[in-house]
């Protein structure tokens, strides 16, 4: 069967697969979290499942089913916790998750994992969970690792275009232009154009204090206006994060 979706083989065919052809695995991970009023709350396991699929056509790859609860959601990044729908692990689950996710696809034999976040608030616990479980294979393991983040693979012209009256910085952008265009690119159906809101950005103080003040965050949980988002800006994107992370991929694997 000629499919980048793991999840749609029967075991024999994924080993054949496997032991024939050593192909890249993609694993994305995302989370369950609000994304404003008109993105849905499975937006980053769907753009980072998204980017990982098109990368995978690129490369011969796989892609595994998204790890997709995530990590705490933080105010100046991803709106908060105070949010219904916002469904949250604590650490130690999602470094868990991830340290099993490493030894068993070591076990079925693969040798080349990439790990696409699409979470802003899991990259340090992907980390940990990635040493974890490579210091439990032991140096004897042939599994290599990549973990990226896919918005780091946009260059500074394609942002300065999407953005033509400046860049916010990407810990502003949850929910706003990048997702939203990425979302109309890939799932046109599931995004609220009506309901985008026009709030401008926020306008955080340079530390946290805890428990979290709720109204440091807009009451959309948007944390700048969407509004300028577009599928063609979308499109113009995802080619490029796609391209260039096939590229590094191939770079790194050989």
């Known amino acids: 069967m000629n499919t980048v979706w793991m999840n749609q083989l029967a075991w024999p065919d994924y080993e054949a697969r496997v032991q024939r052809e050593q192909p890249v695995i993609f694993l994305p991970v995302g989370a369950l979290e609000q994304h404003g009023p008109h993105l849905p709350l499975g937006t980053d396991?769907?753009?980072?499942?998204?980017?990982?699929?098109?990368?995978?056509?690129?490369?011969?790859?796989?892609?595994?089913?998204?790890?997709s609860y995530g990590y705490k959601s933080q105010p100046k990044c991803g709106g908060g916790q105070n949010f219904c729908g916002t469904t949250s692990v604590d650490a130690a689950t999602l470094i868990g998750s991830v340290r099993d996710a490493v030894r068993e696809f070591a076990r079925h034999g693969v040798?080349?994992?990439?790990?696409?976040?699409?979470?802003?608030?899991?990259?340090?616990?992907?980390?940990?969970?990635?040493?974890?479980?490579?210091?439990?294979?032991?140096?004897?393991?042939?599994?290599?690792?990549?973990?990226?983040?896919?918005?780091?693979?946009?260059?500074?012209?394609?942002?300065?275009?999407?953005?033509?009256?400046?860049?916010?910085?990407?810990?502003?952008?949850?929910?706003?232009?990048?997702?939203t265009s990425l979302m109309l690119y890939y799932h046109p159906t599931l995004v609220r154009q009506d309901l985008i809101p026009g709030d401008p950005p926020a306008d955080f103080p340079p530390y946290d204090v805890y428990p979290t003040k709720r109204h440091w965050v807009p009451i959309s949980g948007v944390l700048s206006s969407a509004r300028g988002a577009t599928a063609d800006k979308g499109q113009r994107m995802a080619t490029e994060v796609t391209k260039r992370m096939a590229e590094a991929v191939r770079h790194e694997f050989g």
């Open 45 to 67: 396991a769907m753009l980072a499942t998204a980017v990982a699929a098109d990368a995978a056509a690129q490369v011969g790859g796989l892609v595994a089913p998204a790890l």
């Open 111 to 179: 040798t080349k994992l990439v790990f696409v976040n699409g979470h802003y608030e899991n990259q340090w616990f992907l980390i940990e969970g990635i040493d974890l479980g490579l210091r439990d294979l032991g140096p004897q393991a042939k599994l290599q690792v990549v973990r990226l983040e896919y918005w780091d693979f946009l260059t500074e012209q394609t942002l300065a275009s999407v953005f033509p009256a400046g860049f916010p910085g990407f810990a502003l952008e949850h929910a706003a232009v990048i997702e």
